[in-house]
C-alpha cells in the first residue's frame, strides 16, 4: 500500500543552519500548542536530528504526525494509507480534516496531498536542503498535468464504496472547511473551536476557561475533557 505525505508551506529557508532550523521547529511547536491547546510538556515533541541526511523532525501528539523540515515547506507524514484521503463517514473526511487544523495552527490556508513516490519516496522530499519550488516543479512534471485541487462533494457523490477514482496528488485551499468551521464557532461562542477533526470518541476539541472541552459535533453538547 502507498502512504499519503502532507505538505504545508513555511517561510523557513536555513535548513543548512541547525541552530536555525532548532529555533525554527521550537517556535512552531510553540504555535502547535497554543493554537491546538495541546498541553503537554514540550518533550512530549520528540525531535530528532540526522547528521549524515541532515534531516531535522519531531513528532506531534494529539493529531499523531510527525514534522520533517525542508526548505519552503513541512513534510508531514501521518502514516496513514494514501487511499484514506478519500476514505470518509457521511461529510467527515478524516484527514482532511487533521491537515486543515494543522495548517491552520500554522497560518497557512492551504496543502497538498500526495502519494509517497511524489515525496519522499523518489520525489524531492529524498533530500531535506529541498524547497518548495523543487518540490512542486518535480511533483508536477511527475503528474504529468496540473495539480488538481481536492473536491469533497465530487468524491461524496461517487457511487463507488470504498472509492477507487481519486488522483494521486491534490491541493487543497480548505474553503469550505474554513466556512463550516466559521458556522461551528458560531453556534458555540462560549467555546473557542479548536479543529474540525474529531477524537477517538468522535467529539470536537475545544477550550473555554482554560480548560479543555469535548462537543458533539451535531448535538453541540459539550462535556470537560478528562485528564
Keep these: ?43 512530549a515533541f520528540p525531535i530528532w536530528h540526522d547528521n549524515e541526511d541532515n534531516e531535522t523532525n519531531f513528532s506531534v501528539p494529539v493529531y499523531d504526525v510527525e514534522f520533517v523540515l525542508h526548505n519552503g515547506f513541512w513534510q508531514i507524514e501521518s502514516y496513514y494509507h494514501y487511499r484514506q484521503l478519500v476514505m470518509h463517514t457521511g461529510d467527515y473526511f478524516h484527514l482532511r480534516r487533521m491537515t486543515f487544523d494543522i495548517a491552520r495552527a500554522l497560518g497557512r ?51 463507488d464504496e470504498p472509492v477507487t477514482d481519486y488522483e494521486d496528488i491534490y491541493h487543497d485551499s480548505f474553503e469550505d472547511c474554513r466556512i463550516y468551521f466559521d458556522r461551528l464557532q458560531s453556534k458555540i461562542p462560549d467555546y473557542t473551536l479548536l479543529g474540525l477533526y474529531r477524537t477517538p470518541d468522535n467529539r470536537l476539541r475545544c477550550k473555554k476557561d482554560n480548560c479543555l472541552y469535548l462537543i458533539d459535533e451535531h448535538t453541540l453538547a459539550a462535556d470537560p475533557a478528562l485528564p
Design 1 to 43: 500500500m502507498i502512504d499519503i505525505t502532507h505538505i504545508i508551506r513555511h517561510d523557513f529557508m536555513e535548513v543548512h543552519d541547525l541552530g536555525a532550523s532548532m529555533e525554527f521547529i521550537k517556535e512552531t511547536i510553540r504555535l502547535l500548542k497554543e493554537r491546538l491547546f495541546i498541553q503537554v510538556p514540550d518533550d
Design 109 to 159: 490556508d492551504e496543502a497538498w496531498y500526495a502519494a509517497e513516490y511524489y515525496t519522499w519516496n523518489g520525489g524531492a522530499c529524498e533530500k531535506a536542503e529541498s524547497t518548495f519550488g523543487q518540490w512542486y516543479e518535480q511533483a508536477e512534471k511527475d503528474y504529468g498535468k496540473p495539480i488538481p485541487e481536492f473536491n469533497q462533494q465530487a468524491i461524496m457523490a461517487l457511487r
